[in-house]
């Protein structure tokens, strides 16, 4: 799974999985993978520390990462730098 991406698009999947405002779903929409594949992708790729500090932040409170947890005054998932990524299926609407 992991090896059918390229390096870009592996950096972006670990760049808006770590962005708390950007929920799991806007991920699979993109990247067409799973919440599953995308913590074992942060898994291969971050230092044990780091991938435990954001499995515990987006387990708590804090993190907006599944849509039916997050705010209703949250109405947006792009973080302010995603218009500038090119080949980027959501900001090209």
């Known amino acids: 799974m ?3 991406f390229v390096d870009r698009d592996l950096n972006r ?3 808006m ?3 708390d405002r950007t929920p799991f779903e806007a991920i699979t929409f ?3 993978i799973s919440e599953k594949e995308v913590i ?3 898994r291969r790729n ?3 520390n780091s991938f435990k500090l954001w ?3 987006v387990n708590s409170g ?3 990462k599944h849509l039916k947890k997050r705010s209703s005054e949250i109405n947006r998932f792009k973080c302010s730098r995603q218009n500038a990524i090119s080949n980027n299926k959501i900001s090209k609407r």
């Open 46 to 48: 971050l230092k044990t």
């Open 30 to 32: 993109q990247f067409g």
């Open 40 to 42: 074992q992708i942060m």
């Open 13 to 15: 999947i670990i760049e």
């Open 62 to 64: 804090v993190s907006q």
């Open 55 to 57: 499995r515990k932040r």
């Open 17 to 19: 999985a770590w962005e």
């Open 2 to 4: 992991e090896n059918s």
